[in-house]
């Protein structure tokens, strides 16, 4: 496992942006993904996007995709999150994780073992 903490997450209104961070703070391994979820209140955690820590396979959720980008700096330990055109309804807690058993177009937050604390992100309408 690794140990990861997220960073970025703030309030912006409607059609604005935000780039999330997520620093991988002891090792990473060739072999992982990487990938971002979210959880709002009342509602199941959602898988939005993942990308290999060596190589560029990139994965996005329909929710997301054309509007948030996923990518890495292995020399910085860090993946981002790129995010545009945001909508209130992107509002929730989100959280980087790593796996090393995910499988491509799975969404399955159990397929991850490593999880940051999380960094709220609040669009206003």
């Known amino acids: 496992q690794v140990q990861l903490v997220e960073s970025g997450g703030g309030l912006v209104q409607a059609g604005g942006s935000l780039k999330l961070s997520c620093a991988a703070s002891t090792r990473t391994f060739s072999s992982y993904t990487m990938a971002w979820f979210r959880q709002a209140p009342g509602m199941e955690r959602e898988f939005l996007s993942g990308?290999?820590?060596?190589?560029?396979?990139?994965y996005y959720a329909n929710s997301v995709k054309g509007r948030f980008t996923i990518s890495r700096d292995t020399a910085k330990n860090t993946v981002y999150l790129q995010m545009n055109s945001l909508k209130p309804e992107d509002t929730a807690v989100y959280y980087c994780a790593a796996s090393t058993v995910w499988r491509y177009g799975s969404t399955r937050a159990t397929d991850f073992s490593s999880w940051g604390q999380g960094t709220q992100v609040t669009v206003s309408s």
């Open positions: 990308i290999k820590w060596s190589g560029s396979d990139t």
